[in-house]
């Protein structure tokens, strides 16, 4: 089956699934909406019912923390929450909905789904989330992934497939190459830190090896971290961004009423569900707020880097 069937049926049993009672937590009602004022393009949603009504997120206390089959996981979830199953090499990976969305057709993807595999990214699910998005035609789908302690909520293999066609923050940031690792970074003109790489049908095998290698890294010296995968809205020939965020510490807070960090606010897609924090918002008060969780980590990731 190609890319676009997949998408195509993925949207249409969705927006099947929303429109019948009972499946989703919440229709998806985003109250309001906007660009804050600046340079960097932060765009921002208020989503109250997913702050009241989500699921409790999971307190998971380290990068290695087992699977707990006493702990929700998403094996538990019922028959018509999923939404296809897609055959992947040695893999089968599911899309379930999530029941909480932040975007229309926001969905779980969950490689093996049944092994009950702890959130920690493999090989393999990275391999199938690049070469979905880079096949397809559709330029509004994004997956993100958090690392626990950077905003996982669930201890249960998972990427989230959020469609959001609009530009934001990471779409027009600026790059500078680091060394010869094949990785860019954010340039030094830009408010916060991100490693980069550009991929396209050419180099997919190759730089997916040098991705996963920076990821184990990043593991054996315990940083939590975020992976942002999106298609280059810059160019007319299909190639993806992939965003790695690093952080500080691990971060377990989700209070609805402070501003959270994930791969979303990371990469410039601000949802809260607090009116009084939307209406305050500025583009500054973000930044301050990501630089504040990833302030000092990047020396040591530029320093493996320069080293390859």
Same mark, same amino acid.
């Given at each position: ?8 049926? /993925?949207? $249409?049993?969705?927006?099947? *699934?929303?429109? #019948?009672?009972?499946?989703? %937590?919440? =229709? ?27 699921? /409790?997120? $999971?307190?998971?206390?380290? *990068?290695?923390? #087992?699977?707990?089959?006493? %702990?929700? =996981? ?145 593991c054996h010296h315990n940083i939590p971290h975020n992976i942002f995968i999106t298609r280059d809205r810059t160019q007319t020939n299909k190639r993806l961004k992939l965003f790695i965020y690093a952080r500080d510490q691990h971060y377990i807070v989700k209070d609805t009423t402070v501003l959270n960090a994930g791969f979303c ?44």
């Amino acid at each position: 089956m190609l890319q676009n069937d997949q998408i195509k049926i /993925i949207k $249409q049993i969705w927006t099947e *699934l929303h429109n #019948k009672p009972g499946v989703f %937590k919440y =229709n998806l009602n985003i109250l309001s909406r906007k660009c804050l004022q600046g340079k960097y393009n932060i765009y921002t949603e208020l989503n109250p019912d997913r702050a009241k009504l989500r699921r /409790i997120p $999971q307190v998971i206390p380290s *990068l290695f923390t #087992k699977f707990d089959h006493n %702990k929700f =996981n998403f094996s538990q979830i019922k028959p018509d929450e999923k939404l296809l199953d897609i055959p992947f090499e040695d893999v089968v990976v599911s899309f379930i909905i999530n029941q909480s969305p932040l975007t229309v057709y926001h969905s779980l993807i969950c490689p093996d789904l049944e092994k009950c595999q702890p959130q920690l990214i493999t090989e393999n699910s990275l391999k199938f989330c690049i070469e979905f998005l880079l096949y397809t035609d559709e330029t509004g789908f994004r997956i993100g992934y958090n690392s626990p302690g950077a905003l996982a909520s669930v201890n249960h293999l998972h990427l989230h497939l959020l469609y959001l066609d609009c530009d934001i923050f990471i779409d027009n940031a600026e790059l500078e190459v680091i060394g010869k690792s094949g990785a860019y970074r954010f340039s030094k003109t830009m408010p916060t830190e991100a490693i980069c790489y550009l991929i396209d049908d050419s180099n997919k095998q190759s730089i997916l090896k040098t991705i996963y290698e920076l990821i184990k890294f990043m593991c054996h010296h315990n940083i939590p971290h975020n992976i942002f995968i999106t298609r280059d809205r810059t160019q007319t020939n299909k190639r993806l961004k992939l965003f790695i965020y690093a952080r500080d510490q691990h971060y377990i807070v989700k209070d609805t009423t402070v501003l959270n960090a994930g791969f979303c606010e990371f990469s410039g897609y601000v949802t809260v569900g607090d009116s009084e924090l939307f209406n305050s918002l500025t583009e500054e008060k973000v930044f301050e707020k990501l630089k504040s969780e990833s302030a000092n980590v990047y020396t040591l990731i530029y320093k493996y880097l320069n080293e390859l």
